[in-house]
């Protein structure tokens, strides 16, 4: 929101926090490591409350959980700014400092009211306003959400719609609130934080300033072309047009994560060239040209990881990777070499404290100082400096120079419409034991992976469209169809569906889903499909 | 929890319907809001008695049911459904025979027949030989064998046990004229009275009630909790069951008066599973008589270490009962994390008397069993010599006396004239404990009897600290060399450093004394040297 992909705050902050909102977020299962720290907070009596279109197993472990249907997080967020306000606990004084925009907010969501909102949302008005009331009233409140937000075709305005509650009621900048972008693995937000993102260069400097630009042409001998890359959904457009025609994958595997699957197999099949670097032999590498088998992460290799909570930790080599499996670092910069370009030493320390004189959040973190102190969390920008806590805490300032904008976002439901011939909603998401599309966590066998290749529908639907609760089916979007087997699930309602993305090889989800992607976050809209269900006899 | 996906197994209708009775129906499927209520965690151990009341055991669907109503997970349920010896995990027939095997019925010639179960003390000492059946089924009951007790066999020089040998009916309320004059007086001068008397507790720990009163009453973190402990598991023991089953009222009443003078709110009576009888009597006194304080029944499922009062909490919580460290002692941090008043059933009936006055002996009772003519239920004023309680109940020659149960100690014919009072027992290196008196006489066998304690204790350890859960076993194989003749020399010296590691470093009662008895027989009797 204020220009860092970044969660505001701490763990620490959500071990303390008196409400704690999970919107579109099952961190129970697939943040189990956040979910701890939760669980802290509630058995200290915090309350929490899950957004979430199934009773999940976190919103089985809510104080309240509000069943909207898929793609009515706008409504909702809106529903609650507006209620917030009419019952006047709008921090008014933080408002007026500190944020842009109010007005024009306020006037957006004059039309959603409890009783609207009950209308688009399904959710009873009643429980409508205990979230709003609850938020409104909380001293140290965590917002916290994942993909069921992201992974929409409009997911920026769907975030936008979250962080607009935040700066309503002043629930940012200060210690015990904030905002949280839950990530999904160890080091998800490190990626982003050293620049693997196509409009930013480490440290989330502006890849349009010319300064920024200057700087990094300096260190690196180079000239970074002024122009913003592409993001994956982007990169798959450019495929399709041609003019995309080489592709280096590094540690991801888009042939079974990525959406509308046969497409996506169809455009890596078509490149020139393609390489893949990975420590498995995905179903993407098995589509590449050259395969360069990688060291893991964790044990294999020297490092850094950074947190959820922005917190950038050491990793340590224990034991050599296995065959010809070589470090990622010496990997590109063997590369590099053969291309003829020296880019100077490759041990992992040498490395980050190249990132630390270029990226300025990071540049007070030593390896010796990250030992010492167990990890330090950005911005840190000298050796003096401890790191944060929480971001954005320059919002409470008595001048507040740059103001946070209120966001006016409206309704936009999903791209695939329900109809009489695709009349179920489709959501995916993931499970405890698995990890995305299974590379590293497929390869075992374990009796947690029981039923994970499973539709799983509510009881009505099972007995409406004549399936058995364990019976086989065809499960058919607009873009391709899959079979599998139906296992009934209570806590889902009438009308919608869930599958995971976790056992592609099998059962491959994402034949189904849409590729309608949000234009600023290149997400696609995994979380709301139309499919109809089909019994095999 | 559901998210532990290891439980697929349904309820059948039965058993959905006497869970639900416990927990309440569940809500239809399709709402678009839903409330988790992580605080029942408590009615878990009575949902389990329910579905194996119902059907005779519980099955993996009952199990993964009350789970997750209850939002425990299956494999945290299981623990707990395993912690309790009354508590069935395998199938079995709807109607299962538990016999005692223990200290008394053992003396008395109990055998078990086959297809019955063997079982430690069920409190009914002085009907020796005994049995308890259960029956499971739509209208689900239990049957203490022989079913009903002899009258009290002393009839004069009572106090607690008066109302009893008078015949008062134990189904009626009798005037609460105790509660009415507490009310009179005010909460503090009820403590004070307390604090004035001689009472100490009469669970086996003699720790003074009016400070234990006074205590709670000065917590400022509400609510308080009472909690009256009527899981008297102490093999010999039985004066508990008497007085919730004869004169239920008198219980009911002191917990109003307890609860009135240290401002709790709520008390809960924890009964022994054993004892169906005191279930009714004492539900139905609750139900009859309005004594200002909501008490509500919760019944055990088989396990000694329950009569502990952290581990006791831990199982009305929902939990193994497994006792928690101390400090925090119940008094800051007991029932549920708050203030609690935690006193045994014999201390609690005290108190009437206490608030009107009118009888100040300080009287304790005593459950005397084993070779004796007249078994049963005493009352003495503190200080009588054990001798003369020996005598009123008929026992001749005995070789040798069980005072304070299993965690008591064994005294010989020559140490009969110990005053049967706190300080004397201190004195002596005994203990009064629970007021267990069991004879053993001439032609009484000793060894059997320290086997079967050195295997009470293994069996009763609830495992959770080590001193207790390695110490029981290797006590009761030392024992089991020496009594076979296979000793190898070390025995006595390894039961010496058994009896010490556990005393000293067992976190609560059942390991600090599961040597105390065996090694009173060794050193003191003799037996086994």
């Known amino acids: 929101m204020f220009g860092a992909g970044g969660g505001t705050s701490s763990y620490e902050e959500t071990r303390a926090a008196d409400l704690i909102v999970l919107w579109g977020s099952n961190a129970r299962e697939a943040h189990p490591i956040f ?74 969501v004059q039309p959603w009211t409890l009783d609207e909102a009950e209308r688009v949302t399904g959710v009873p008005a009643e429980a409508i306003r205990e979230l709003a009331h609850s938020y409104g009233e909380a001293t140290h409140a965590q917002l916290c959400w994942t993909l069921g937000i992201t992974e929409h075709h409009n997911a920026v305005d769907n975030v936008f719609a979250l962080i607009n509650l935040a700066l309503l009621t002043g629930k940012v900048g200060k210690w015990g609130s904030g905002l949280q972008p839950l990530r999904g693995q ?125 917190r950038v930790q050491r990793v340590r080599k224990a034991y050599d990777a296995p065959g010809d499996a070589r470090d990622d670092i010496e990997i590109v910069y063997e590369l590099a070499r053969h291309l003829g370009h020296d880019l100077g030493s490759t041990k992992a320390e040498d490395v980050w404290n190249e990132l630390r004189s270029l990226s300025p959040i990071h540049a007070g973190m030593s390896y010796a100082r990250l030992e010492e102190l167990g990890g330090i969390q950005w911005p840190c920008r000298d050796e003096s400096d401890p790191g944060s806590l929480f971001l954005h ?81 065809r499960v058919v979007s607009r873009r391709g169809s899959v079979e599998t087997s139906a296992r009934y699930d209570k806590n889902l309602r009438a009308g919608l569906a869930f599958m995971n993305l976790h056992f592609p090889d099998e059962v491959a989800t994402n034949v189904l889903t849409i590729d309608a992607t949000d234009p600023k976050s290149g997400t696609a809209e995994f979380k709301a499909t139309a499919i109809r269900l089909e019994a095999i006899a | 929890m559901p998210d532990l996906k290891l439980l697929e197994a349904e309820p059948s209708e039965a058993e959905r319907a006497a869970i639900d009775a416990v ?49 425990v997970p299956p494999a945290d349920a299981y623990g707990v459904a395993t912690f309790y010896a009354l508590i069935s995990l395998e199938e079995r ?49 239990e049957e203490q064998i022989p079913p009903s007790s002899p009258p009290l066999p002393q009839t004069t020089g009572l106090k607690l046990l008066r109302r009893i040998a008078e015949g008062a009916d134990p189904e009626s309320p009798p005037e609460l004229r105790a509660l009415d004059r507490a009310r009179v007086l005010g909460a503090q001068r009820v403590i004070e009275l307390v604090k004035a008397s001689p009472l100490l507790g009469r ?38 069951r008497v007085l919730m089953e004869q004169d239920p009222f008198a219980l009911v009443e002191a917990i109003g008066i307890a609860a009135y003078a240290t401002g709790c709110e709520k008390a809960f009576v924890y009964v022994r599973a054993e004892y169906p009888l005191a279930h009714e009597r004492l539900q139905n006194a609750i139900d009859r008589a309005d004594v200002g304080v909501e008490i509500e029944l919760r019944i055990g499922a088989g396990a000694y270490v329950c009569g502990e009062e952290t581990a006791l909490f831990q199982s009305i919580e929902g939990y193994r009962g497994e006792p928690r460290n101390k400090p925090p002692f119940p008094v800051e941090v007991g029932l549920f994390g708050k203030p609690t008043v935690v006193n045994n059933v014999e201390t609690l009936v005290n108190v009437p008397h206490i608030v009107l006055g009118e009888d100040a002996r300080d009287t304790r009772l005593f459950c005397v069993s084993g070779n004796v003519a007249r078994p049963g239920l005493y009352e003495l004023e503190l200080g009588t010599p054990l001798g003369e309680l020996l005598e009123l109940a008929g026992a001749e020659r005995a070789k040798a006396v069980l005072l304070g149960g299993a965690a008591g100690s064994f005294l010989r014919p020559d140490q009969l004239d110990l005053p049967l009072s706190f300080d004397a027992a201190r004195s002596a290196g005994v203990t009064l404990g629970s007021g267990v008196v069991i004879v053993y006489g001439e032609d009484a066998e000793l060894v059997p009897a320290v086997l079967r ?45 058994l009896t010490q590691v556990m005393r000293d470093a067992s976190i609560c009662g059942l390991g600090q004394t599961a040597a105390n008895a065996v090694d009173s027989a060794i050193h003191n009797l003799g037996v086994l040297q």
């Open chain 1, 35 to 108: 979910f701890h720290h939760l669980l802290k907070a509630v058995n200290n009596g915090a309350k929490l409350i899950v957004v979430d279109p199934r009773r999940t197993p976190s919103a089985q472990w809510a104080d309240l959980w509000l069943g909207l249907d898929v793609g009515t997080d706008i409504p909702l967020a809106n529903a609650v700014a507006r209620e917030i306000i009419e019952a006047g606990l709008a921090d008014m004084e933080f408002v007026g400092r500190a944020t842009s925009g109010f007005e024009a907010f306020r006037e957006s």
């Open chain 1, 186 to 310: 160890n080091n998800v937000q490190g990626g982003g934080d050293m620049g693997a993102i196509p409009n930013r260069l480490p440290g989330f400097q502006e890849i349009l300033d010319d300064a920024v630009r200057a700087k990094f042409d300096a260190a690196w001998g180079s000239s970074i072309p002024p122009k913003h890359g592409l993001h994956l959904s982007g990169m798959f457009e450019a495929m399709e047009h041609g003019d995309l025609r080489a592709v280096y994958v590094v540690g991801e595997n888009p042939a079974q994560g990525e959406a509308d699957q046969a497409r996506a197999e169809r455009l890596l099949q078509g490149l020139d060239h393609l390489v893949v670097q990975d420590i498995f032999l995905t179903r993407t590498a098995q589509l590449a040209d050259v395969v360069l088998p990688a060291a893991a992460t964790l044990g294999e290799a020297e490092g850094t990881v950074t947190s959820s909570e922005r």
């Open chain 1, 393 to 473: 805490g320059r919002l409470w300032d008595d001048v507040v120079e740059d103001r946070a904008p209120f966001q006016v976002v409206e309704h936009d439901p999903p791209v695939d419409t329900l109809d009489d011939d695709f009349p179920l909603r489709l959501t995916t998401g993931r499970r405890l034991e698995s990890y995305n599309t299974g590379v590293q966590t497929g390869g075992y066998s374990s009796p947690l992976h029981a039923g994970g290749l499973d539709i799983l529908l509510a009881p009505e639907d099972g007995a409406r469209y004549g399936i058995r609760d364990g019976g086989r089916v």
């Open chain 2, 23 to 71: 927990v309440g129906a569940e809500a239809a499927n399709g709402g678009r809001v839903a409330r988790s209520d992580r605080t029942r965690r408590h009615l878990l151990l009575p949902a389990l008695r329910a579905a194996q009341r119902r059907v005779g055991w519980v099955t993996p669907g009952a199990l993964g049911y009350a789970s997750r109503r209850l939002e």
């Open chain 2, 93 to 141: 027939p709807p109607e299962v025979l538990h016999v005692c095997t223990d200290l008394s019925c053992a003396l008395a010639g109990a055998s078990v027949p086959p297809g019955a179960h063997p079982s430690p003390c069920l409190g009914l000492c002085e009907r020796a030989p005994a049995a308890l059946r259960t029956v499971a089924g739509p209208e689900p009951r």
């Open chain 2, 203 to 240: 669970g086996g720990a003699a720790f003074p009630t009016g400070l234990k009163w006074e205590a709670v009453a000065r917590q400022p973190v509400k609510p308080h909790y009472l909690v009256c402990n009527a899981d008297e598991s102490e093999p010999g023991t039985f004066k508990d």
């Open chain 2, 453 to 497: 304690i050195a295997e009470f204790f293994r069996d009763e350890s609830c495992g959770q600290c080590v001193p207790c859960r390695v110490g029981t076993v290797r006590q009761e194989e030392a024992l089991h060399r020496l009594a076979s003749g296979k000793a190898n020399g070390n025995e006595l010296a390894v039961l010496a450093d």
